[in-house]
């Protein structure tokens, strides 16, 4: 099978198309003859050495991926061949073929285009499984960082959809008009002091929760952002790992601060969310509620091109990889 690889760790150009074998099947598993690879920033990083695939993991970058069930694999029922599915993997997704465990297969949205399909399952599992974690309620206020990647975009829709009232940051004015568009009451430029941007507009209230993606470098802007016994869920280390925590302001506003990585749970979890997604966000899909992301497709073969472009800053919601 062709797959995107990666000779050594460095820039977008040692991704090349190459003929590899296909992945051994292993009991539990399903075979998926890949339509369409969902990018994720986390694409880049291992593809620069800086996020390596967990124990036993393929080394082939991808974390997402729509298409068709080509073979079952023993002890699994519920899949046949030509079954339509998208999958949450633990990587091996910048191929034709890939063996992912079958819980963490299922069915796309009905009425969404199959390539389409292939973006939406990560950036779903990663917020649903965040928000409940930190259990957002209808009413509470929400704070999404970059709210128009692929998380963002995502996130602002969900928690719309689960009667939040949302907030986003975003990078260019233009950005800040589609986080409108998509449900966001404002969104504040993350150039600029945002947290009294966000006091402003909530009465002082602050955010109840926030999901951010930016990691050390907003450790203490997003505490003070908290709203009293409000939760901050860290999934991205954009502005670096190792940051200051004021207790004392954590303690005074009874707040908490977690952070989850999805790619490296157990299959079981994993399943567990997949599940969730199918039962809870397809619905919300398949209704309008949330809409697939801006995208912008590219043929496998320009892996690299795809990312340099996230790579720019200039893109707004997911970017997929095409195979013919
Ligand atoms: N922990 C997990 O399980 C998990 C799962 C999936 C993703 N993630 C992480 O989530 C993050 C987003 O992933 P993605 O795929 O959505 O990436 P993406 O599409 O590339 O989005 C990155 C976002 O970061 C925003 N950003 C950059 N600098 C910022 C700043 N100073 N303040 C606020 N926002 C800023 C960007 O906003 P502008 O475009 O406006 O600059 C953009 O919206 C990544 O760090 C990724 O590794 C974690």
């Not at 994720?40 to 996020?51: F, H, I, M, S, T």
């Not at 928000?131 to 995502?154: C, D, K, M, N, P």
Request: net charge neutral; glycine share 12%.
């Amino acid at each position: 099978m062709r797959a995107v690889v990666a000779e050594s760790f460095g820039g977008p150009e040692v991704l090349h198309l190459a003929q590899v074998p296909v992945p051994p099947l292993r009991p539990g598993e399903v075979l998926v003859r890949v339509a369409a690879s969902g990018v994720n920033r986390a694409d880049l990083l291992q593809r620069e050495g800086r996020y390596p695939p967990p124990r036993g993991a393929s080394e082939i970058l991808g974390l997402e991926v729509s298409g068709v069930i080509d073979t079952v694999g023993e002890e699994v029922a519920d899949w046949q061949p030509g079954d339509a599915c998208v999958a949450l993997l633990t990587g091996g997704g910048y191929a034709e073929y890939v063996a992912v465990p079958a819980g963490q297969v299922i069915r796309p949205p009905a009425g969404v285009d199959l390539v389409t399909a292939s973006g939406l399952i990560e950036v779903a599992a990663t917020v649903t499984s965040n928000l409940s974690l930190v259990g957002l309620s209808a009413g509470e206020t929400f704070l999404a960082h970059g709210g128009t990647g692929g998380i963002g975009t995502f996130a602002i829709q969900y928690a719309v959809a689960s009667g939040a009232r949302v907030f986003a940051t975003a990078g260019s004015r233009h950005k800040r008009a589609l986080c409108r568009e998509l449900g966001a009451t404002d969104a504040f430029d993350y150039h600029h002091d945002w947290v009294a941007a966000l006091r402003r507009a909530t009465d002082r209230h602050g955010a109840d929760v926030i999901l951010d993606v930016m990691g050390a470098k907003y450790l203490p802007p997003n505490v003070d952002a908290l709203a009293a016994d409000g939760r901050l869920v860290v999934i991205g280390l954009q502005g670096g790992r190792t940051g200051t925590l004021d207790l004392g302001k954590l303690l005074a506003k009874r707040a908490s601060v977690t952070a989850t990585g999805l790619r490296g749970r157990p299959a079981a979890q994993k399943a567990a969310i997949c599940a969730e997604v199918a039962r809870t966000v397809w619905p919300l899909v398949e209704s309008g509620r949330i809409k697939p992301a801006t995208e912008t497709r590219f043929p496998a073969e320009d892996a690299a091109a795809a990312h340099r472009h996230l790579a720019s800053g200039d893109a707004v919601g997911k970017l997929i990889l095409t195979w013919r």
